[in-house]
């Protein structure tokens, strides 16, 4: 049972366009959402978070969209650089004590 | 500072055996989770300890263990491996219980033959 889906296996956009990476879950319990990124042979980092209690978080380039009643949250990055190029994923959790992982989108920003 | 460490960085192991893996968190960081990432998956949640004590298991078998020590570094031990063991085993800590902001280390590569 998958709580927390990502869809976009993948996704390529032009340098300085923006780059909107989605996710879906399906547990109303959840009350934290978070992004990481991830690149190859090192562990995920933390990029942006969202309480269940907002609906928009704002962090430089990046900003977490969060959608309650569609239990869809997305994540903006304007403008998209190469250095954005790597695996997106999304995270969920309930007060703390477990974490669900979506499976990831891999985002390639072309020079 | 340093990040979370993890050792080794690849294992290789045969059906049947046993491993462990260990962990070292973020100093100041109490609380550590495991987590099983195989190829073309997120990281899937194994366990979570906070002061030396199991806050929480995933749906893992259980010859998947794990301790946390007094100096808060861990161990996941996996006994009886099975070829579907084979995947990146990552130790992630945070500064409290139920810290949302979990700081996740390089990882374990592990292959089972």
């Known amino acids: 049972d998958q709580q927390v889906k990502q869809n976009s296996p993948s996704l390529s956009v032009q340098e300085g366009r923006i780059s909107i990476l989605n996710c879906d879950y399906t547990?109303?319990?959840?009350?934290?959402f978070l992004w990481y990124k991830k690149y190859p042979a090192e562990g995920p980092t933390f990029l942006i978070s969202?309480?269940?209690?907002?609906d928009k978080n704002e962090d430089g380039r990046f900003t977490v969209f969060l959608n309650k009643s569609a239990k869809h949250l997305s994540l903006h990055i304007v403008p998209s650089q190469p250095g954005d190029s790597a695996v997106y994923f999304c995270?969920?959790?309930?007060?703390?004590?477990?974490?669900?992982f979506g499976t990831g989108t891999s985002l390639t920003v072309i020079p | 500072d340093a990040g979370v460490t993890q050792s080794p960085t690849h294992l290789i192991k045969t059906r049947g055996q046993h491993v462990t893996l260990r962990c070292s968190p973020i100093?100041?960081?109490?609380?550590v989770s495991w987590y099983q990432q195989v190829l073309g998956q997120g990281p899937q949640f194994i366990f979570q300890?906070?002061?030396?004590?199991?806050?929480g298991r995933g749906n893992f078998p259980d010859r998947f263990s794990a301790r946390q020590f007094p100096n808060y570094s861990s161990e996941l031990n996996v006994n009886a491996l099975l070829l579907g063991d084979s995947a990146l085993y990552l130790c992630?800590?945070?500064?409290?219980?139920?810290?949302?902001?979990?700081?996740f280390g390089p990882g374990t590569r592990l292959t089972v033959t």
């Open positions: 992630a800590s945070s500064l409290v219980r139920g810290g949302y902001e979990q700081y």
């Open positions: 547990n109303s319990m959840f009350d934290y």
């Open positions: 969202i309480s269940s209690i907002k």
């Open positions: 995270a969920a959790s309930a007060f703390g004590n477990q974490f669900y």
């Open positions: 100093s100041g960081h109490k609380s």
């Open positions: 300890y906070y002061e030396k004590e199991e806050r």
